[in-house]
């Protein structure tokens, strides 16, 4: 068969179903390209992961026997076949980008059922393992690790220490769950080579037990290179008052953390509100100027 690969989002970030779709297809000596408007296709795939707000849809190619649409921009409901979702990934695919890192899923699904989110509509309410390491990851130098909720899986002690041992940089990319930290698997992040570390304080009423991650990992954890404990994500524009947002950026700097603000439904933010992500996340204005009372956007 000749297939021919769309990557709807076209983002600087590779497509990680495509590469498992074309690993597979490969592997039983079918010819895969990118997608070209003056050949002729058996079946195209075309993957999205983004909606509209934040990426436009591509027209249906008219010279494909077969289209097949996936990914979470196209819904919910549909996943990879098992054979195709445990391949190695073709790294290669993506030549233009660097090739020491590897991309995967330990683990899939989060038992929080965040508002906001829709990892527990997609994957269920509870981490389970999906993957050894060895299944996405073949000796890179770094590795980007999409799991929503690694600390949440009951085998992340064991996932920890198949990233430790790897001696690869990690970057847990969606963060870690501060209010599972533990003295236990804290030590073992310890051991990961990690760039930057994240976390994030969502919502008020977990004040408690976010402060309480977090302080535990402020004893027990290392710092960033910047002499840091790591950057937490603030989420403004949901469901606290700019009171509470200001409170957990103040509280967070004091403990030593980066606070970084992501705002939900930004498009339709208050000017108030992306002003305190400029604020926030520009470095040097936030050690410039302090108290954002005092910030002037008029002077940088």
Known sequence: MNIGLIDVDSHNWPNLALMKISAYHKSIGDHVE???????????????VFDDTYS??????????EIVKGGT????????????????????LYHWMPQNTAYGFLSRGCP????????????????????????????????????????????????????AYSGAQVDFTQGLDARLLSAENISLLNLIRIKEIHFAW??????????????????????????????????TNFDTT???????????RDMGYTPYI????KPNAPREVRLLQRWCNNKLIFRSEPDFAKYDPRRG
């Open 202 to 235: 969502d919502y008020m009423r977990e004040t408690d037990t976010i402060l309480r991650g977090l302080r535990l990992y402020a004893e027990n954890g290392r710092k960033t290179r910047h002499g840091e404990y790591g950057t937490v994500y603030v989420l």
């Open 73 to 92: 921009g196209y819904g919910l409901q549909n996943s990879l076949a098992d054979e195709i979702e445990h391949m190695m990934p073709d790294y290669g």
């Open 34 to 48: 990118w997608w070209d408007g003056f050949a002729q296709y058996d079946r195209v795939y075309m993957s999205r």
């Open 56 to 65: 436009q849809d591509e027209p249906e190619p008219c010279n494909a026997a």
């Open 242 to 252: 700019m009171n509470e947002n200001l409170y957990r950026i103040y509280t967070l």
């Open 112 to 163: 929080r059922g965040c508002r906001f989110c829709i990892v527990s509509h997609k994957e269920g309410r509870r981490s389970v393992k999906v993957a050894d390491l060895s299944e996405f990851w073949n000796g890179q130098k770094n590795i980007k690790l999409l799991d929503p909720n690694l600390l949440a899986c009951p085998e992340h002690m064991d996932l920890l220490s198949q990233l």
């Open 262 to 265: 992501m705002i939900y439904d």
